[in-house]
């Protein structure tokens, strides 16, 4: 079982950035498929984006060209960097870590509103 903990949410006007970060716990973290999900208020869960042990990133379409997906494994952290942010990214995003079984993070609230 992997331990995240996530960070870098708050309160962002329209078109502006944040990073998330999410720290894991444990040695093994190279070998783990990493990604951020949200969700809003009255909406299901989605994938927002994933990074795989290989470096292979996907992105949800809603998200292209805006948001990147990062890992430094020497830190055992992963990080969504969020630019042209929009009123309708307002979730909570949370991160998970994938090896078989999927961890999941508390959540970090995301807020674009001017």
């Known amino acids: 079982q992997v331990q995240l903990v996530e960070s870098g949410g708050g309160l962002v006007q329209p078109g502006g950035s944040l990073r998330l970060s999410c720290a894991a716990s444990?040695?093994?973290?190279?070998?783990?498929?990493m990604g951020w999900y949200r969700q809003a208020p009255g909406k299901q869960r989605e994938l927002v984006a994933s990074?795989?042990?290989?470096?292979?990133?996907e992105y949800a379409d809603s998200v292209k060209g805006r948001f990147t997906i990062s890992r430094d494994n020497a830190k055992n952290t992963v990080y969504l960097q969020m630019n042209s942010l929009k009123p309708e990214d307002t979730a909570v995003y949370y991160c998970?870590?994938?090896?078989?079984?999927?961890?999941w993070g508390q959540g970090t609230q995301v807020t674009v509103s001017s």
């Open positions: 998970y870590a994938r090896r078989g079984a999927v961890d």
């Open positions: 990074i795989r042990s290989s470096d292979i990133t």
């Open positions: 444990g040695n093994r973290f190279v070998f783990y498929a």
